[in-house]
């Protein structure tokens, strides 16, 4: 009976030593002390062999009862173990549902796509319509028709990129004026924005940038509705208290011209070009300039996005640095 009483001292170690295991390691080593080829177990089974006969039947059934015993408690253990490890686990990256979330970074619009969509929407409130034209044009379009004489060095003073063929990399808007005025009947009021080639390079001026060209041709209209319009639009850009300066200029196109700035840190900037339009374009256009007057003007829209969101440097909006997006 020595034997049955050591099997019950071995099950009750092993019942402590599994209870004690506080981790799954722990309890698969203790596991292997008491139930694997070399545990006390089977020390035990292989003393029975040594028994009289007829004692070997009952100690074996008590030992095998004893390792099914053991294997439970194991079994039972590890589950706990393991509850306790994903409870702590919960416990560690608890995260609270009723937080907002993070949300994810949205794309915003180029600052020139922002100002010339505020342009579209503010001339078209005004009745303008928008009108487009390519960037390769016609010499007639970009300078004859507008009244460019043709050997005059006024050609060259937009610092024309040329192209074969004759044509030109368009150096302003004014064709578009051309464009949508040959063959067609006034009233007209037509906004026409887009990209413009010069060959220029600094802080305000880059080889590509961007006009939005107005126009407006009626039976009667003068400057000071050109001037109205411009202020108007000024202000919607840039705030009421917007203050713009017009200083007379020569424009082949335009009869009386002027060069229209607005207040920039440090100055004047400036902003674009406007007149009432000259009879020759029109005439050239097919319009009859004894029935007909109109105005028109070609903005900076690079310098509008500038002024608009502080950005100091033309070439800041070419870069595609998000952090000048960002500012939109
Ligand atoms: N086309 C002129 C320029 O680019 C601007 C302008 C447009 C002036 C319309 C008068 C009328 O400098």
Redesign the pocket.
Known sequence: MSELESLEALESEAREAIAGADGVQQLVEVRARYLGRKGSVAAYLRGVGKLAPEARGPAGQAANAAKQRIEDWVAARRAELERDATGRSLAEHRYDTSLPGAGAPHGRLHPLTWVLRDAVEFFSALGFSVEEGPEVETDWNNFGA?NFPDDHPARDV?DTFFVEGGHVLR????PV?VRTMTGRTPPFRFIAPGR?YRYDNDATHAPMFH?V???LVDDRTTFADLKGVLYAFARHMFGADTELRFRA?F?P??EP???IDFSWPGGWLEW????M?HPHVLANCGIDPDRWQG?????GLDRTAMQRFGIPHIRHLFEGDVRVLEQV
């Open positions: 507008l937009q150096t302003h808007t004014s004026q413009v006009q060209e107005g126009f200029h424009f196109f335009t011209s002027a060069e674009g070009g406007c007149g339009i105005w028109a003007f070609g903005m």
